[in-house]
């Protein structure tokens, strides 16, 4: 059964920093993009990148640019979300998700972690 399993989130003041998880089972992440999604507040689910199984980042969206990073240990089966210099835009609900390609449509998601930006 394939299983992504996000932890980390939490409450940070602007610009803090956090790191996300996502610990992946059932599936091996050599064969598999991992995307990280974000839904805020009222708002539809937007990408904010995608990591390729070799590790490249791709889809990188324009408002997280210079902030968001992301890694992945394939032999671990984990990949991580390290966010920088948070906004209070940024709060919202953050999911990994796990598919063949990047930027498709991810059939395998987390659970989602709240991350809440606010002084």
């Known amino acids: 059964q394939l299983q992504l399993v996000e932890s980390g989130g939490g409450s940070v003041q602007p610009g803090g920093s956090l790191t996300l998880s996502c610990r992946v089972s059932?599936?091996?992440?050599?064969?598999?993009?991992v995307g990280w999604l974000r839904q805020a507040p009222g708002k539809a689910n937007e990408e904010l990148l995608c990591?390729?199984?070799?590790?490249?980042?791709?889809n990188l969206e324009d408002s997280v640019k210079g902030r968001f990073t992301s890694s992945r240990d394939n032999a671990k089966n984990i990949v991580t979300l390290q966010m920088n210099n948070l906004k209070p835009e940024d709060t919202g609900v953050y999911y990994c998700?796990?598919?063949?390609?990047?930027?498709?449509?991810?059939?395998?998601w987390g659970q989602g972690a709240q991350v809440t930006v606010s002084s």
């Open positions: 998700a796990a598919d063949l390609i990047c930027g498709g449509i991810y059939n395998y």
């Open positions: 990591t390729k199984t070799s590790g490249e980042i791709t």
């Open positions: 059932g599936f091996s992440l050599d064969n598999y993009a």
